[in-house]
């Protein structure tokens, strides 16, 4: 794992339920992974340069409060419903990288300043 429990207590020290945090450090390393194609773990999270690491790990506590704020957020949109025989649906605009992947603008571009996500964009 690229950021700890306890890194993120230290960091960020809000008064969140530990174990929801800890589940969401686990999809933002999996998506880190997608997204740097595997590349860190091929050559060893200690191997990066240090400014790599601190950028994984702010990408990774980034995503985190991403994922809570989205999960707090009436802002959900529904693309399509159906009632009585009738359905409706929006259609959806041309969607950004970081929404693509789920894991948010800043977390995105700090990760994106690592160079271990070439060829995505």
């Known amino acids: 794992m690229y950021?700890?429990?306890n890194y993120y207590k230290r960091k960020y020290?809000?008064?969140v339920d530990w174990v929801v945090v800890r589940a969401l450090l686990d999809r933002a390393h999996g998506i880190i992974n997608s997204l740097t194609f595997n590349r860190i773990q091929h050559v060893g999270f200690?191997?990066?340069t240090d400014f790599?690491?601190?950028q994984v790990q702010l990408a990774a506590s980034l995503m985190v409060e991403h994922f809570m704020d989205a999960s707090n957020s009436p802002s959900h949109e529904i693309q399509s419903y159906s009632m009585d025989g009738m359905r409706v649906w929006k259609q959806s605009r041309n969607a950004l990288p970081w929404e693509v992947a789920g894991c948010g603008k800043e977390a995105w571009l700090a990760l994106l300043?690592?160079?271990l996500m070439a060829g995505v964009l």
């Open 3 to 5: 950021v700890n429990l």
């Open 13 to 15: 020290k809000n008064k």
């Open 52 to 54: 790599q690491q601190k």
């Open 113 to 115: 300043e690592t160079g």
């Open 46 to 48: 200690e191997n990066l």
